[in-house]
């Protein structure tokens, strides 16, 4: 059974730094892409980046494009999202997902295993 567990949100000051993490279990992703989203109140969840497990290749929303940084770590089946220069606007639940195929998807119906999520605030 394929688990998604988030961490690393928080409460911060604009223009400062997060690093999320999202640890996956439950079967062999070399051939997934993993997605982070991001949700907020009142709003439709909306894609942040996305990374394929395979190539590394990266995909991010316009908004986060050079602030946000997503990585893995193949051996501890763990993605990550690096947020600096952080708005308020970014705040919201950020969520990580997990779709089959080599190409990052941007919506949410791309992906079949989501996580709990983590909050992310960030103060003016």
């Known amino acids: 059974q394929v688990q998604l567990v988030e961490s690393g949100g928080g409460l911060v000051q604009a223009g400062g730094s997060l690093r999320l993490s999202c640890a996956a279990s439950?079967?062999?992703?070399?051939?997934?892409?993993m997605g982070w989203f991001r949700q907020a109140p009142g709003k439709e969840r909306e894609f942040v980046a996305g990374?394929?497990?395979?190539?590394?290749?990266?995909y991010y929303a316009d908004s986060v494009k050079g602030r946000f940084t997503i990585s893995r770590d193949n051996a501890k089946n763990t993605v990550y999202l690096q947020m600096n220069s952080l708005k308020p606007e970014d705040t919201a639940v950020y969520y990580c997902?997990?779709?089959?195929?080599?190409?990052?998807?941007?919506?949410?119906?791309?992906?079949?295993?989501w996580g709990q999520g983590t909050q992310v605030t960030v103060s003016s």
């Open positions: 439950g079967r062999t992703f070399s051939s997934d892409t």
């Open positions: 990374i394929s497990w395979s190539d590394g290749s990266t």
């Open positions: 997902a997990v779709r089959r195929g080599s190409r990052v998807g941007v919506r949410p119906n791309e992906y079949g295993y």
